[in-house]
């Protein structure tokens, strides 16, 4: 610590009104060296809970003196420890993704720079007091501030907290007292140390991660640093214990004792990895103290270009985690870490990024019980250097040098010892430069056992692994056959063809969405270069809020008057806000499920194990057999112990195949957990597989029976005019000036409509295209959101009418012609569907469909085909083919701005119903379906899922196609196979009345 530190943390202000130290570069925090932090060997005093606050706009209107033991805080406020105070009424949350909010002028910070100032008191026993005097020494730990924060104990200055997701220590022996002590904290909102800190999320500032009083007594262990190394080819592990004391060393469940600076080998041990987290508890004690410290035996490593943990090939299937809670922002609790382990281990994720700093350290502690793969980020990112060309940038700077390395040395220190942790990584779009190579160099000589990883140096020089984002599949493919463009140096272009290659974030999962999992997948596991790739990101970043008229939102950027700001680019999760997954976090766990089902040919099925270093000896299978979309049969499979990535032929059950029939019939294979596990109860589904189950070939028959919606014989009904521009076909009523649906059968029925246009999602809003704009502001100039339907022409012929509309936007040449020949028998109503295109109509469409308004009565839909949740035509992997129901609000997805959501693919038909019936709407080809309280129009121009008004009807949206999802948000285009041409089509449609629903 520097001799000058006590003057830069006094009361003392610039003659702007700044405290000197908020522009200080330097490394020096606290005045402890970082260290590995196992459990305290001496006694802990938490002093989380309420803090008197003061918050103040700018830092010289703070209250001075305020450090002082007898200083009146009787007037102020409490505020809880760990928390932000923008959560609690100070200030505002404010949200930028590249931007800084606040000039780029390093390292200065503004004169309006929201001041919070804490006190806490707390009392020491005699027992303190003694350990101290007998050579204890007493440490106060901050675990997070953000920004930056002076320290004062009693009135004594301690030092600087800087680096707001690392740990910060004062020894504060000489400072304490039996009985009443007083710390006070000034935490500002803005520091120069912001410069290093511009990630991707709100700016939210105070004391947010726990704050403790340590007890070290003389002599006892209080730095661990645990080397335990795993010998793939003999099973055998190696420990070394190094501690700041000598100290003894043991681990009873292996018999394994010695001292701590010694190897220790420790036989034959069980290795830990993310499948199978083995963990031994090792004992560091001598005759004042003892940790213990739990550990895995592990190796990881780069070999041959491949990366490995306990020399085997692993695929990392990912996800990059920002800490977040709708209500406590990044002050998470015990209970929220492990809330996000279990649902990550239950989704069958593998491993976690970092995203952009160091957890929590319980969050570590939980993924190596559990077993999560850890790729631990360092706490800086620069980005908003990038629009100004990097100049100045920080990691270039050599005044930021020491700053920079100072934060890889702390969390080094702290993480080290995790099993979990298997590689570190220098942070994220902080450019390049010689700060960046340095803080490589540190992590390669304090930790030579871990890989280190950088996205922003393409050319790998501060990289042991070839790092990209959002790459398109075509380049990963490129990648995977070691065919991509050269580096202009030779030599580089070796080196990085010898690394490993990583999608350290890919797949943007903003909104509805991500899109085209499945083929980055099958890139990935084409290829041994490919070690695997993190979705963006965990979970939404939305906010507990209302809106003007008080009902409850998840607020995103510009909701609390920031400016400027990112809009809802901070909700870009695989999970909601408040932790229920996302139909993406559905489709990611069905991708990257851990075993393979697949047909191997007539009658047979091959099951792959596509685990790293686990057999399915902990798995139990069984199978369903569904006809119509109803059980048929069921029964177990036998499923041999694979080993990983081993793969067997076996049998189709022959009660499965005995089921086999002409309708459609499935064969469903589950794998489940036969017994509980730390992380799942016993029963819990790892992976379901869907085949159709073929049918025996038909026996030849002389009169072919009509089936589907075309079986409506062309002598129905005859049609009948009525006043008011009416006309009657069976129990069907046209509206003959508009040429639509009326009604059928009683029941009120409007369209239906031809429909071009959708909600635009996230993706249709922010991806560019080659043309310059976006897909959603394309759709506009198309008028695809304001077409009208004009009726051409009304023909009655026998049995039936023919209706012929023109759709088109005003202002536009192009059109659509559409011609409905409908044909009545008894209830039932038949239309075959054609449809022209008029015009060049060069640019896709959003959907190529129908649209019906419905009774708002029918509150619950039954169909017949993929479900149970949306699919789209990228997102349709989890999609499973079968009779489903739900109720028409657990139909839509609430996505934190609304937009296109809740379609359900390969539909035979489906069925709307209500307490009076309903009305079953069948169609050929198969065909998605969207049922909905809220239009189109209604879901574009909402800002907030909980500001949604439903309407009073119910839209029934039938497509033959709808464009697909990808991640063109924050990532490459949408392939052209999922794009909708407007070209000619057929569908033939059949409308009937049906059952009252059940319990009505």
């Avoid at 909102?189 to 007890?215: C, H, K, N, P, T």
């Avoid at 540190?442 to 020089?461: I, L, M, N």
Wanted: aromatic share 8%.
């Amino acid at each position: 610590m520097t001799s000058d530190l006590p003057a830069l943390i006094s009361d003392d202000l610039s003659p702007e009104g700044t405290p000197p130290y908020l522009t200080w570069t330097g490394p020096p925090v606290g005045t402890r060296a970082p260290r590995t932090a196992p459990a305290c060997p001496g006694p802990r005093l938490d002093l989380d809970g309420p803090w008197r606050f003061h918050w103040a706009a700018r830092p010289g209107e703070a209250p001075s003196g305020f450090a002082d033991p007898g200083f009146d805080d009787g007037g102020w406020d409490e505020l809880p420890v760990p928390a932000h105070w923008q959560l609690h009424g100070y200030g505002r949350p404010w949200y930028t993704n590249i931007q800084y909010p606040f000039p780029v002028d390093p390292p200065h910070v503004p004169g309006d720079n929201p001041t919070g100032s804490y006190r806490r008191r707390f009392r020491l026993g005699a027992d303190w007091l003694g350990a101290v005097a007998a050579g204890g020494r007493v440490v106060l730990r901050f675990e997070g501030v953000d920004s930056t924060a002076a320290v004062w104990l009693n009135g004594g200055p301690l030092g600087l907290v800087v680096g707001s997701r690392l740990p910060a220590e004062f020894d504060v022996t000489a400072h304490v007292r039996e009985g009443d002590n007083v710390v006070a904290v000034r935490v500002h909102q803005w520091s120069a140390a912001g410069y290093l800190e511009d990630q991707d999320m709100w700016w939210l500032s105070g004391i947010f991660r726990s704050v403790a009083l340590e007890l070290l007594p003389a002599g006892a262990p209080s730095d661990v640093v645990v080397h335990a190394d795993y010998e793939p080819g003999t099973g055998h592990g190696l420990l070394r214990v190094e501690c700041d004391v000598p100290a003894s060393v043991e681990i009873a469940e292996l018999g394994l004792s010695g001292r701590t600076g010694e190897d220790l080998p420790a036989g034959p041990v069980e290795p830990w990895s993310a499948e199978a987290p083995r963990l031994y508890e090792a004992v560091v004690a001598t005759e004042t103290g003892r940790v213990a410290v739990a550990v895995g035996f592990r190796r990881v490593g780069v070999d041959g270009g491949v990366f490995t943990v306990n020399g085997r090939e692993v695929l990392l299937r990912g996800v990059n985690r920002h800490e977040f809670h709708p209500e406590r922002g990044r002050a998470l609790t015990f209970q929220d870490m492990l809330d996000d382990v279990l649902i990550l281990k239950r989704h069958n994720v593998n491993a976690v990024r970092t995203s952009h700093y160091p957890p929590h350290p319980h969050f570590l502690d939980l993924c190596d019980r559990h077993g999560l793969y850890v790729i631990d980020e360092c706490d800086l990112e620069t980005h908003g250097f990038e629009a100004g060309g990097w100049q100045g940038n920080p990691s270039a700077e050599p005044m930021w040098r020491d700053a920079l390395v100072d934060r890889m040395r702390r969390m080094v220190a702290r993480d080290r010892d995790h099993p979990s942790v298997v590689m570190w990584s220098l942070g994220n779009e902080a450019g390049t430069g010689a700060g960046l190579a340095a803080m490589y160099d540190f992590a390669k000589r304090a930790d030579p056992s871990r890989p280190v990883h950088y996205e922003g140096d393409q050319e790998t020089r501060c990289s042991d692994v070839w790092s990209q984002m959002y790459p398109a599949t075509e380049a990963v493919a490129a990648v995977a056959a070691r065919s991509e463009p050269p580096l202009p140096d030779p030599a580089q272009d070796a080196a990085r063809r010898g690394k490993p290659y990583l999608l350290c974030e890919y797949a943007h999962a903003m909104g509805n969405g991500p899109g085209g999992l499945l083929a980055y997948r099958e890139l990935m596991e084409s290829s041994d270069r490919c070690m695997g790739g993190f979705v963006w990101e965990y979970i939404d970043h939305g906010l507990a809020a209302a809106d003007d008229r008080g009902r409850p939102i998840f607020a995103y950027g510009g909701d609390f008057g920031e400016s400027p700001h990112d809009g809802n680019f901070v909700c870009d999760g695989l999970m909601f806000a408040d932790r229920t997954p996302s139909p993406g976090m559905v489709e990611y766990a069905k991708v990257i499920e851990p075993v393979r089902v697949e047909a191997a040919g007539p009658g047979r099925l091959r099951v792959r194990n596509v685990q790293d270093h686990v057999g399915l000896s902990h798995l139990e299978f069984g199978w369903t057999v569904e006809a119509g979309g109803v059980e048929a049969g069921k029964g177990t499979l036998a499923v041999p112990d694979l080993a990983p990535w081993e793969s067997a032929e076996l049998d189709v059950p022959e009660e499965a195949a005995a089921l086999a029939g002409s309708d459609d019939r499935f064969l469903t294979v589950t794998a489940r957990l036969s017994a509980a596990t730390s992380w799942a109860p016993a029963g819990h589904v790892v992976a379901r597989t869907q085949l159709p189950l073929p049918a025996p070939a038909p026996a030849p028959s002389p009169e072919p029976v009509p089936t589907g919606p075309t079986a409506v014989t062309p002598a129905g009904a005859r049609p009948v005019r009525e006043a008011g521009g009416l006309l009657r076909l069976g129990s069907a009523v046209f509206d003959l000036t508009r040429g639509e649906l009326r009604e059928l059968a009683g029941m009120p029925v409007a369209g239906p409509r031809l429909e071009l246009w959708r909600a635009p999602t996230d993706n249709d809003r922010l991806g560019h295209r080659p043309e310059g704009a976006t897909t959603a502001a394309m759709w506009e100039a198309l008028g695809l959101h304001r077409l009208t339907h004009r009726l051409v022409s009304a023909q009655e012929e026998p049995g039936g009418v023919v209706f012929t509309v023109r759709t088109a936007a005003a202002g536009l040449r192009d059109g659509v012609l559409t011609r409905y020949r409908w044909r009545a028998a008894g209830d039932t109503l038949a239309a075959s569907i054609s449809l022209t295109p008029q015009g060049a109509w060069a640019f896709p469409v959003a959907r190529l469909g129908w649209t019906f308004e419905l009774p708002a009565a029918l509150d619950s839909v039954t169909w017949l085909g993929g479900g149970p949740g949306e699919a789209y035509a990228d997102t349709r992997a989890a999609s499973r083919f079968g009779r489903h129901t739900a109720a028409v609000a657990d139909l839509h997805t609430p996505y934190a701005r609304p937009q296109e959501n809740g379609q359900r693919l390969d539909v035979a038909w489906v069925e709307p119903r209500g307490p009076e019936g309903g009305i079953r709407v069948s169609g050929e080809p198969r065909f998605g379906f969207t049922a909905t309280r809220f239009s189109p129009r209604r879901l574009a121009g909402t800002a907030h899922q909980g500001s949604l008004e439903p309407e009073d009807v119910l839209y029934l949206h039938v497509d033959l196609a709808q464009r697909g999802i990808g991640s063109a948000s924050c990532g490459p285009g949408l392939p052209g196979r999922h794009e909708v041409l407007l070209t000619p089509a057929t569908f033939h449609l059949s409308l009937s009345p049906a059952a009252v629903k059940r319990g009505s």
